[in-house]
């Protein structure tokens, strides 16, 4: 060992960023640590994005650590800084900011991206993703102006943004393109069951649909068409 200190870049911040980042300080006490994330937020637990639009939480109550604990840990935090290039044989990545951060190694944690489907990019203006907290809070504005929610997808965000959305009055319909409400891996008894207590709980199912077009009325008002022609106000 040469005595120099090691430079490691961490892409995201999400958990397994976090997580990373405290594993390689406690191997190595005088390491250079850097986490960049292309989200403004501060690092936070996304699981925990439901309770936050209940307002059951504040955002900083979901932070997975405070700005203390990284500054303790030397962990440098780069927010907001998008990761646009990376040489594995220059050993640099490249940043929105037009930085170059150099490192001896690199940790990529970089999670899997919800996207706005492309039949729907058109309607981008009005349709919000629940994947980070910065789009939690555009729903959460949202909330007191409506009366009716629409949501697309499956599987456990999609249940967990229509069991918010309906505890915070609102009438949910759930549009899933596929004929499963989650994953393959899940037995057709038990999508069976899970199909019962939403629609009991007063989820308005509408499986093996689609949106087809959205149409603004006025403001806060839109008409949505599924495919099949069926209209819903939200
Ligand atoms: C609403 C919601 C509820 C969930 N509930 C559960 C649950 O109950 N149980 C469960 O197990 N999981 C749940 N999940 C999933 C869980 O949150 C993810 O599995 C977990 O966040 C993955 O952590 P990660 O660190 O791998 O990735 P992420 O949390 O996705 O972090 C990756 C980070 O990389 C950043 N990034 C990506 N590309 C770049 C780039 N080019 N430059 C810079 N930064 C970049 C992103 O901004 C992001 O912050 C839920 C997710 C959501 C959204």
Redesign the pocket.
């Given at each position: 060992m040469s005595g120099k200190k090691r430079k490691f870049v961490i892409?995201?911040?999400?958990?397994?960023?976090v997580a990373a980042a405290l594993a390689i300080r406690e191997e190595d006490g005088d390491a250079s640590i850097t986490l960049?994330?292309?989200?403004a937020d501060f690092p936070h637990?996304?699981?925990m994005?439901?309770d936050v639009l209940l307002g059951t939480k504040d955002e900083r109550g979901i932070f997975i650590k405070d700005e203390r604990f990284f500054d303790e840990k030397e962990i440098k935090l780069r927010r907001g800084?998008?990761?646009l290039k990376l040489s594995v044989t220059e050993k640099y990545v490249f940043l929105s900011n037009n930085e170059r951060l150099t490192f001896d190694a690199i940790l990529i944690?970089?999670?899997?991206?919800e996207v706005i489907p492309s039949h729907l990019k058109q309607y981008s203006r009005w349709l919000s993703l629940?994947?980070t907290l910065e789009n939690t809070l555009t729903i959460k504005s949202r909330i007191p102006h409506a009366k009716r929610a629409i949501l697309r997808g499956k599987g456990?965000?999609a249940l967990?943004?229509a069991r918010v959305l309906l505890r915070s009055g609102l009438e949910v319909v759930l549009v899933t393109p596929d004929k499963r409400l989650t994953y393959p891996s899940m037995p057709e008894e038990e999508n069976e069951d899970l199909r019962r207590i939403i629609t009991e709980a007063g989820i308005l199912l509408r499986e093996g649909e689609d949106i087809n077009r959205i149409e603004e009325k006025n403001m806060h008002t839109y008409s949505v068409e599924l495919l099949s022609g069926d209209r819903h106000r939200r």
């Open positions: 892409i995201g911040a999400g958990v397994a960023g960049v994330d292309e989200e637990y996304r699981f994005l439901g800084q998008k990761v944690s970089v999670g899997r991206r629940f994947s456990f965000n967990e943004l």
